[in-house]
């Protein structure tokens, strides 16, 4: 038996009962708006293929990565207002701001688009700061709505010393966008970025006057991306061209080519709909001044 | 082989030809894009920094570094003179290679020198080493503006910061791997 308690775990206690009331006003915020909380299975057949996000095995299944075609189905059936607070997992993703599993907050709401997604985070980040001032690592942030908005073209212009096209011309979006552009935004008040090249979108919709652009908004404080939304794409052939495309990308053999068929085949029936998911982590990270997501759980994987 | 995956904080591996240890390393990853692993990296030859970030699925060639037990001999006009105990190979190492640790070596010390390729490129020094102070000003009475401390030479010629009661002549205890005094040491 060690002869002291866990110093690292014992010194977490603020930040573990700053972290139960924040999930207890999470919940709040959603139930008072007439959101459902849903519970969807963690271990499924298959994720959406997405390039750069790894699923983790789980026997002959996988963990999920997110919650989003379990509570796509349910828009799908009818279920017009949802929120989830699930874990989920990512292979190979361990940071500072990364845990290879973690908490997210994930909602729905049909109808809509991103334009409500970007309102009902101004909301929830309101109510989360009711004092209206948020510090974080130095950085003194001012939670009024409406947050700044600005389009990603327009972030690479207004940040970046070449442009979003130069920078995906050349193959290094990551890292001019990681070096310049993540680092400016949500300084001084919360930042919406939206209007992606579709291919950086596999289930959003396109703009209707810009079908080159997909309907999808990121939202940043203090330089950390704390939410990803989009209008979701409810065509089901074209969600499954783009699938195809993703794995032809990733050159995926065909016994591994696994659709997600319930959900595609349920897809025609979900109404306009707008869904995002927020890193529940990294909220307690941003209200709690934590520099690291160790800081905000209970255990990171290296502590098991 | 390393790849992407497996940089972290102390690795060592060869950048155009030459060991370099990742002194820092941080996981990125933009929303949905891919992975980026960013490093700060020092090379081990001339202590350059530089930093790199590299994506998923990136090789690096491991540095082949050995750890040889060594007795330092004497200094000459090109560096420090270090023998090899089992072979009595003998090795070099520059001064700017060596940095502050050159003042920490005495005759027959045994060491720890790092070689790269027959190069050597670092030592590792025991953790204390004994010098005898060979000049510092008495200690003036009044003088708060250091606390009770005061500069002295010791007779490799590296200067520190010691209590006002070391007299020139004292032996003192220093640690290598800070460069602060200790203690007195008896003879």
């Known amino acids: ?304 | 082989m390393y790849s992407s995956s497996d940089l972290k904080k102390g690795l060592k591996i060869i950048l155009d030809g030459e060991p370099h240890v990742v002194e820092a390393f941080d996981f990125i990853k933009p929303g949905k894009g891919q992975a980026l692993y960013k490093c700060k990296l020092r090379n081990m030859i001339t202590g350059t920094r530089l930093d790199r970030t590299y994506r998923s699925g990136e090789s690096f060639e491991p540095a082949p570094l050995e750890e040889r037990d060594m007795q330092y001999l004497y200094q000459d006009e090109v560096g420090y003179v270090f023998m090899d105990t089992k072979t009595y190979e003998q090795i070099t190492l520059l001064e700017q290679t060596l940095g502050d640790d050159r003042y920490f070596l005495t005759d027959n010390m045994d060491v720890k020198v790092l070689v790269f390729n027959e190069l050597g490129i670092g030592v590792t020094l025991p953790n204390f080493v004994n010098l005898k102070v060979t000049q510092s000003d008495p200690w003036v009475k009044g003088d708060t503006a250091a606390g009770n401390n005061k500069p002295a030479t010791v007779e490799t010629g590296y200067t520190l910061q010691v209590p006002s009661f070391v007299d020139e002549g004292t032996l003192i205890q220093i640690d290598t791997r800070t460069g602060e005094y200790v203690t007195r040491v008896k003879e």
Not at chain 1, 12 to 41: C, G, M, W
Not at chain 1, 89 to 116: I, V
Request: aromatic share 8%; net charge negative.
């Open chain 1, 1 to 304: 038996m060690p002869a002291r308690p866990n110093a690292t775990l014992a010194a977490r206690r603020d930040n573990l009962h700053k972290r139960a009331r924040i999930l207890q006003q999470i919940r709040a915020f959603f139930s008072q708006r007439a959101y459902l909380e849903v519970e969807t299975p963690h271990r499924i057949p298959c994720n959406a293929p997405e390039e750069y996000i790894l699923p983790q095995e789980s026997t002959s299944a996988f963990l999920h990565t997110s919650p989003e075609l379990c509570m796509k189905r349910l828009l799908a059936a009818g279920y017009a207002h949802i929120f989830q607070i699930c874990r989920c997992w990512r292979k190979a993703e361990r940071g500072r701001k990364h845990l290879p599993e973690f908490t997210m907050l994930e909602w729905y709401c049909s109808p809509g688009d991103y334009l409500d997604l970007m309102r009902t985070c101004e909301e929830l980040l309101c109510a989360l700061v009711p004092d209206e001032v948020l510090v974080w690592q130095g950085t003194t942030i001012q939670i009024k709505s409406p947050f700044e908005r600005v389009t990603l073209s327009q972030a690479f212009t207004r940040y970046a010393p070449i442009s979003l096209q130069e920078a995906m011309q050349d193959d290094i979006f990551e890292e001019v966008y990681t070096d310049h552009v993540e680092p400016q935004l949500g300084i001084d008040r919360p930042t919406f970025v939206y209007d992606y090249p579709t291919d950086m979108a596999a289930l959003a919709r396109c703009r209707p006057d810009a079908p080159h652009l997909a309907e999808r908004v990121e939202l940043y404080l203090g330089g950390l991306e704390l939410a990803n939304g989009f209008s979701e794409l409810v065509d089901p052939t074209e969600q499954r061209q783009r699938f195809c495309a993703t794995l032809d990308c990733m050159q995926v053999e065909f016994p591994e080519r696994m659709m997600p068929e319930p959900f595609l085949s349920e897809l025609r029936h979900m109404p306009p709909s707008a869904g995002i998911a927020l890193g529940v982590d990294r909220l307690v990270m941003l209200l709690t001044d934590a520099a690291t997501i160790d800081a905000v759980v209970a255990f990171t994987p290296e502590e098991l």
